[in-house]
């Protein structure tokens, strides 16, 4: 009978979708952080329940060969989950879980390489801090911990860019020497609440985002503008206000302290405004790689209309515009659809149409109004594409479609029943968006044969 605090071997099998490792412990699952699958490791007993055990890494007595040095001393964060693994095996890994996604479906079809990246450090261009008291009342900037709320706080991060660390520092001191108080979630007293921090990769313009739930006094800010204006870059520095209790990060208030409103970034020579609300992909160098992916599978022709359903700012929308007669770009957000049309207007791109609304209400009104799509690039959230929309992709019949997806799982689901109802799956391509993660990334392309 295996007890609380005991010290056992055990070796790793597999990973959970989290990227802890899953050993055996008479007959059922015990989680342990920090391991690799076919190592042999001692472990402390951390939680035993009837159906599952959890387990603090104390030694790896047989490392696996893809195991490297940690390179972050923020451990208790867990953003990067797969820290310890050599990036080539992360690649590799990321393209096995597409493929067990699929063939869990039943599916089967050509599976490249993983895209990734050449240098997969400091990749982030946006990064939310939160802003909590210490012990002694002190500002402490962080992300929270693996599956709790509790505030690790970090200096230094090797997926933001450089010029985050720098910004972090500038608004601790200007918070240290004029006794602006840190947000407490208990009390729901203070102030600062959460730092925001968004580059342009390209043009390496620079915005800060303070969200505050009390609005320091009009001379703090001054000073705050004073002590930030010295980083190389700086475009932008945004106020929101976000009285709300919860989780959300901004509120609905936001407003312009010094600089502009937006920052541009480009992508494959496209000009994109950010502003502080913006949806824009988190890792630009990836992005462009997923779109040029999406762009080679999809192969839009000068004659033909072609849907961008989940189309966000826009981004998409545009690659396809460059290529194609006509583009429609579908969204739900109404903020995200007035950026798209500004993104439209900056790179003088008329033939590109972009509608408010759910995809799977306005793709049904534009077919029965008589306007269909040649070809049809769907993006959309975690928990794939609504029900209603892919009836209408079906009846609608496009030579192409090319399915761009956050999440395996659902992605293969979809993927199912479109090919039991006419399309054949010709090609999918994992791109690692996220380095040391588990997130998997993926652009698949869909030809319509016919029922």
């Known amino acids: 009978m295996f007890k609380l ?3 056992i071997s055990a070796t790793i099998e597999e990973l959970t979708d989290k990227g802890d490792g899953i050993g055996r412990l008479n007959g059922k699952p015990l989680y342990v952080e920090g391991t690799l699958p076919g190592e042999q490791v001692e472990v402390l007993l951390t939680v035993v329940k009837p159906h599952f055990a959890q387990g ?36 590799r890994l990321k393209r096995q879980l597409l493929q067990e996604a699929l063939q869990a479906k039943g599916l089967e079809c050509a599976v490249a390489d993983t895209l990734g990246m050449s240098d997969p450090f400091h990749y982030r261009n946006k990064a939310q801090y939160a802003v909590r008291p210490g012990e002694h009342a002190e500002p402490q900037l962080g992300f929270y911990a693996k599956y709790s709320h509790q505030l690790v706080e970090v200096k230094e991060c090797r997926a933001q860019a450089p010029v985050t660390t720098e910004v972090v520092a500038q608004v601790r001191t200007w918070m240290q020497a004029h006794k602006i108080t840190a947000y407490n979630e208990l009390s729901q007293q203070g102030s600062v609440r959460h730092l ?10 620079l915005m800060v985002v303070l969200v505050v739930a ?68 988190i890792n630009p160098k990836q992005t462009e790689a997923l779109y ?5 599978l999809a192969a839009p022709k000068a004659d033909e209309v072609a849907f961008d359903l989940y189309c966000g700012i826009g981004t998409i ?47 049904p009104k534009l077919y029965a109004q008589g306007v269909s799509a040649d070809l049809v690039v769907v993006d959309p959230p975690r928990k794939g594409c609504d029900q209603a929309l892919l009836e209408t992709l079906i009846q609608m019949q ?10 395996p799982k659902s992605l293969a689901r979809d993927l199912a029943w479109l090919t039991a109802r006419g399309f054949q799956l010709e090609q999918a391509t994992p791109v690692d968006m996220f380095p040391h993660t588990m997130h998997v990334e993926a652009v698949v392309l869909l030809t319509w044969r016919g029922e």
Not at 257 to 281: C, H, N, P, R
Not at 292 to 296: D, G, I, P
């Open 196 to 205: 925001m921090v968004r580059n342009g990769v390209n043009t390496s313009e």
């Open 214 to 281: 009390a609005e320091p006094a009009a001379e703090d800010l001054v000073h705050l503008v004073k002590d930030l204006s010295v980083i190389e870059g700086l475009t932008s520095i945004m106020l929101n206000i976000n009285s709300y209790q919860g989780n959300r990060v901004l509120g609905p208030d936001t407003r312009l302290l010094w600089g502009k409103e937006v920052i541009m970034d480009t992508l494959a020579g496209l000009q994109f405004a950010i502003s502080a609300q913006s949806f824009y992909q």
């Open 292 to 296: 040029q992916e999406a762009l080679r």
């Open 317 to 363: 929308s545009l690659f396809l515009a460059r290529h194609a007669r006509q583009v429609y770009g579908i969204e739900i957000v109404p903020e995200a659809v007035l950026d798209a049309r500004i993104n439209a207007q900056l790179n003088d791109l008329t033939n590109v149409e972009f509608l408010e609304g759910a995809a799977e209400q306005v793709v």
């Open 5 to 7: 605090g005991q010290q």
């Open 56 to 91: 603090k890494l104390l030694q790896v007595r047989e490392p696996s060969a893809a195991r490297r040095a940690d390179f972050c001393v923020y451990t208790a964060c867990g953003g990067c989950q797969l820290r310890v693994m050599d990036y080539a095996e992360q690649l």
């Open 398 to 407: 496009p030579s192409r479609l090319v399915y761009v997806s956050c999440n």
